[in-house]
């Protein structure tokens, strides 16, 4: 039933239209009939009663100068008799009524009055009043209305049939020639031509897709050669294309090959100087990702023209590779003519690039060493470019930066900083601090986040920022992840028998953390289950990348964990890739707006609405939501507004030692 009223077909289409046509016609016209019949009715209806007024004012007039109250009243009694008449009332001169005829089975809702002046020979003796409702209008409705019922049905019938017939009449060729393209497209058949059924527009289209049928068929034929033809020619391109080793095909550049036999033999002549540069786009991927690989390639090919256009015929301009290029100086051996050259590298990238119908801006991060200053084998002079050019980039990006071996310092120190963590993770070094998540109402405190710390015996306390990124690369953040987990457990215990509030700790949980096999997820389940943990007390935050793949076997493993009563959260939603899919097909609980939009809510109203959007879309699924990094009271209010369900920021509580969250927050409920 529901297919037969579905606008699928040009046959459907046609008829709607034919029949909207026709009853906005028939609508119209008896819209039109409908007001010009009451408009009549009402004139009709007003001439009658005032001829009716005038025909009994002289009789009424001659009994008013008698007085004759009797003969009034039976003058005007049988006036009562129209249908639409309600009352007659005859007053004298000075307006006191005479005689009344009033109906009392008859209503005087819209009444039409006429009043009529009693006089004879200029001498006025009363006057004349008649009392009227619409039931004469209404009759006359009531009959028009059956009349046109009727005519709108008899329309109605009409033009169906002639829209059936029309219908048929016009959308025959059309269908043939549909009919006819569609064997075309399930054979392949060029070959086969349509009848031309008529000599209109229909009859034009179809001589001329008669037309493009053949030409479609001449040119199969032409581009089965072409292709013969370009098979071979591709054949012996791919064959010279083994030639060009040495060469980047995107650029026309020397690449990565020729740049290192390049660096060996300047190395191994005697008495050479020269000077290396690394070069890395700034912001390339954000345009290859806007606009496409093409713009990016286009990019690339545009960058190695200008490079070219800033070295000498001496130089050499390579591409190792993505959007990397090295410069060989040879000959320089000082900062000043060096950077004369980075100088003019700068410059030349900072100027607008044309792409098609696109301009560009980029920029370059640079990294420059000496050889044999710093460094006298292939290996160690692009090594310390490379250091170089990623100081660069951590500077700020578009500049360049002289390898210096204090950059080597640093990179010992590095290594000496993943030392210390070894250490520390053995001397039990490190401490979890606390940050109180409140309820929106700012009062109670159904949860806290684990934040660690490091008590370096030389430095003091340090945040997670200067060691967990080191720890990570390292492969230290699955000891780390470990000592946090079981610490968070043992002092979730602990709250939890001080206070008589269930209290909820989340703990952050690193994707590389995180395995295929499940262990991370063994490792919580056996530690909640040797420390007895209650229920619903702890929050395992994960990211949103962590959860990309809702078919994977993270779905099954967080599945485990609730099924022991652990809940999870999403950190920092809104800056991956906030997908839908994973919420409706994974057990969250919880949903963290990261800070970066609760930064911009008092002055950026998109950051609002997206704020307001996620939490309604939150609250659909059945998810709570916390906002993060709540530092001020017009933030938290407009979090309130937004029906936000728990805030976690300065506005109410920095992290705090473990102690002091026990004193200022665990006891306080037991208190209360």
């Not at 393209?181 to 179809?206: C, F």
């Not at 591409?319 to 900062?335: A, K, S, Y």
């Not at 017009?634 to 728990?646: E, R, S, V």
């Given at each position: 039933?529901k297919?037969?009223f579905?606008?699928n077909?040009m046959?459907?289409?046609?008829l709607?239209i034919?029949m909207?046509?026709?009853?906005?016609?028939t609508?119209?016209?008896?819209?039109?009939?409908?007001?010009?019949?009451?408009?009549?009715?009402?004139?009709?209806q007003?001439?009658?009663?005032?001829?009716?007024?005038?025909?009994?004012?002289?009789?009424?007039?001659?009994?008013?100068?008698?007085?004759?109250a009797e003969?009034?009243q039976?003058?005007?009694?049988?006036?009562?008799?129209?249908s639409?008449i309600v009352?007659?009332i005859?007053?004298?001169s000075?307006?006191?009524?005479l005689?009344i005829?009033?109906?009392?089975?008859?209503?005087?809702?819209?009444?039409?009055?006429?009043?009529?002046?009693l006089?004879l020979?200029?001498?006025?003796?009363g006057?004349?009043?008649?009392?009227?409702?619409?039931?004469?209008?209404n009759d006359?409705v009531?009959?028009?209305s059956?009349?046109?019922?009727i005519l709108?049905?008899?329309t109605?019938?009409?033009s169906?049939?002639?829209s059936?017939?029309?219908?048929?009449?016009?959308?025959?060729?059309i269908?043939?020639l549909?009919?006819?393209?569609?064997?075309?497209?399930?054979?392949?058949d060029?070959?086969?031509r349509?009848?031309q059924?008529?000599?209109d527009?229909v009859g034009?289209?179809?001589s001329?897709?008669?037309d493009?049928?053949?030409?479609?068929?001449?040119?199969?034929?032409s581009?089965e050669?072409?292709?013969?033809?370009r098979?071979?020619?591709?054949e012996?391109?791919?064959?010279?294309?083994?030639?060009?080793?040495?060469?980047?095909g995107?650029?026309?550049?020397p690449?990565r090959?020729?740049?290192y036999?390049?660096?060996?033999?300047?190395?191994?002549?005697?008495?050479i100087?020269?000077a290396?540069?690394?070069i890395d786009?700034d912001?390339?991927k954000e345009?290859?990702d806007?606009?496409?690989h093409d713009?990016?390639d286009?990019?690339?090919?545009q960058?190695?023209?200008?490079?070219?256009?800033?070295?000498?015929a001496?130089?050499?301009?390579?591409?190792?590779?993505g959007d990397e290029?090295?410069?060989?100086?040879?000959g320089?051996?000082n900062?000043a003519?060096a950077?004369?050259v980075?100088?003019a590298?700068k410059s030349?990238l900072?100027?607008?690039?044309?792409?098609?119908?696109?301009?560009?801006?980029v920029?370059?991060?640079?990294g420059?060493t000496?050889?044999?200053t710093?460094?006298?084998?292939?290996e160690?002079l692009?090594k310390?470019?490379?250091?170089?050019m990623?100081?660069?980039?951590?500077?700020?990006?578009?500049r360049?930066?002289?390898?210096t071996?204090?950059?080597?310092e640093?990179?010992i120190?590095?290594?000496?900083?993943?030392?210390?963590?070894?250490t520390a993770?053995?001397?039990?070094?490190?401490?979890?601090y606390?940050?109180?998540?409140?309820?929106?109402?700012?009062?109670?405190?159904?949860?806290?986040?684990?934040?660690?710390?490091w008590n370096?015996?030389?430095?003091?306390?340090?945040?997670p920022?200067?060691?967990?990124p080191?720890a990570?690369?390292?492969?230290?953040?699955?000891?780390?992840?470990?000592?946090?987990?079981?610490q968070?457990?043992k002092?979730?215990?602990?709250f939890?028998?001080?206070c008589?509030?269930p209290?909820?700790?989340?703990?952050?949980?690193?994707?590389?953390e995180?395995?295929?096999?499940?262990?991370?997820?063994?490792?919580?389940l056996?530690?909640?289950?040797?420390?007895?943990l209650?229920?619903?007390?702890i929050?395992?935050?994960v990211t949103?990348?962590t959860l990309?793949?809702?078919?994977?076997?993270?779905?099954?493993?967080?599945?485990r964990?609730?099924?022991k009563?652990?809940d999870?959260a999403?950190?920092?939603f809104g800056?991956?890739?906030?997908?839908?899919?994973?919420?409706q097909r994974?057990?969250?609980?919880?949903?963290?707006?990261?800070?970066?939009?609760?930064?911009?809510?008092?002055?950026?109203e998109?950051?609002?609405?997206?704020?307001k959007?996620?939490?309604?879309m939150?609250?659909?699924l059945?998810?709570?939501v916390?906002a993060?990094?709540v530092?001020?009271?017009h933030q938290?209010?407009?979090l309130k507004q937004?029906?936000?369900?728990?805030i976690?920021?300065?506005?109410?509580?920095?992290?705090?030692?473990?102690?002091?969250?026990?004193?200022?927050?665990?006891?306080?409920?037991?208190l209360?």
């Amino acid at each position: 039933m529901k297919k037969l009223f579905l606008l699928n077909t040009m046959s459907k289409k046609l008829l709607v239209i034919l029949m909207c046509v026709a009853l906005v016609s028939t609508a119209t016209v008896t819209i039109v009939f409908s007001a010009y019949e009451i408009s009549s009715a009402k004139e009709e209806q007003v001439k009658s009663l005032v001829s009716l007024s005038k025909m009994l004012s002289p009789n009424i007039t001659t009994a008013l100068m008698f007085d004759d109250a009797e003969a009034i009243q039976e003058l005007i009694n049988p006036l009562l008799i129209r249908s639409d008449i309600v009352s007659v009332i005859v007053s004298n001169s000075d307006g006191k009524p005479l005689a009344i005829a009033n109906s009392l089975s008859k209503t005087a809702q819209h009444s039409i009055e006429i009043s009529t002046v009693l006089e004879l020979d200029s001498h006025c003796y009363g006057e004349l009043k008649i009392r009227a409702n619409d039931s004469y209008i209404n009759d006359r409705v009531a009959f028009y209305s059956k009349f046109l019922i009727i005519l709108v049905i008899f329309t109605f019938i009409v033009s169906l049939l002639l829209s059936l017939l029309l219908r048929r009449r016009f959308l025959n060729p059309i269908l043939y020639l549909a009919q006819t393209a569609n064997q075309i497209t399930k054979s392949n058949d060029y070959s086969l031509r349509a009848k031309q059924l008529s000599q209109d527009e229909v009859g034009e289209l179809t001589s001329c897709f008669n037309d493009m049928l053949h030409t479609i068929e001449q040119r199969e034929s032409s581009l089965e050669n072409q292709v013969r033809l370009r098979t071979k020619e591709l054949e012996n391109a791919n064959f010279q294309l083994h030639q060009y080793a040495y060469e980047d095909g995107l650029t026309d550049l020397p690449n990565r090959r020729y740049f290192y036999e390049k660096l060996q033999s300047l190395i191994s002549k005697k008495n050479i100087t020269f000077a290396l540069i690394f070069i890395d786009l700034d912001g390339f991927k954000e345009i290859n990702d806007s606009l496409g690989h093409d713009y990016g390639d286009l990019l690339l090919h545009q960058v190695a023209v200008r490079l070219q256009n800033c070295i000498t015929a001496n130089d050499t301009v390579a591409r190792l590779g993505g959007d990397e290029f090295t410069l060989i100086l040879e000959g320089v051996d000082n900062q000043a003519s060096a950077s004369k050259v980075a100088n003019a590298v700068k410059s030349s990238l900072m100027q607008c690039i044309h792409l098609k119908k696109e301009k560009v801006y980029v920029t370059a991060s640079l990294g420059l060493t000496f050889y044999p200053t710093d460094g006298v084998t292939v290996e160690d002079l692009v090594k310390r470019a490379d250091q170089a050019m990623y100081l660069s980039k951590h500077k700020g990006r578009n500049r360049y930066e002289f390898f210096t071996y204090a950059m080597e310092e640093q990179a010992i120190e590095k290594r000496r900083l993943i030392e210390q963590i070894h250490t520390a993770l053995k001397k039990n070094q490190f401490e979890l601090y606390y940050q109180p998540i409140f309820s929106i109402n700012g009062t109670s405190v159904p949860k806290a986040e684990a934040l660690i710390r490091w008590n370096h015996p030389e430095r003091g306390l340090i945040g997670p920022n200067e060691f967990i990124p080191i720890a990570e690369k390292n492969g230290l953040i699955s000891d780390i992840g470990q000592w946090v987990k079981l610490q968070a457990i043992k002092d979730t215990v602990q709250f939890n028998l001080l206070c008589e509030t269930p209290i909820q700790i989340s703990v952050n949980t690193s994707p590389l953390e995180i395995d295929r096999a499940g262990n991370w997820v063994n490792e919580w389940l056996e530690a909640s289950e040797q420390y007895k943990l209650p229920a619903h007390t702890i929050l395992i935050e994960v990211t949103e990348n962590t959860l990309m793949d809702p078919d994977s076997l993270i779905q099954s493993q967080l599945k485990r964990l609730n099924a022991k009563n652990i809940d999870i959260a999403i950190d920092d939603f809104g800056v991956g890739y906030s997908s839908l899919a994973y919420l409706q097909r994974l057990d969250i609980d919880i949903l963290k707006i990261d800070h970066s939009f609760i930064r911009d809510i008092e002055t950026n109203e998109n950051s609002i609405a997206l704020i307001k959007a996620i939490i309604t879309m939150a609250h659909n699924l059945g998810v709570k939501v916390v906002a993060e990094g709540v530092e001020t009271q017009h933030q938290y209010l407009l979090l309130k507004q937004l029906a936000c369900d728990y805030i976690q920021g300065y506005v109410f509580s920095k992290p705090i030692t473990k102690q002091s969250f026990i004193e200022k927050y665990v006891k306080s409920k037991v208190l209360l």
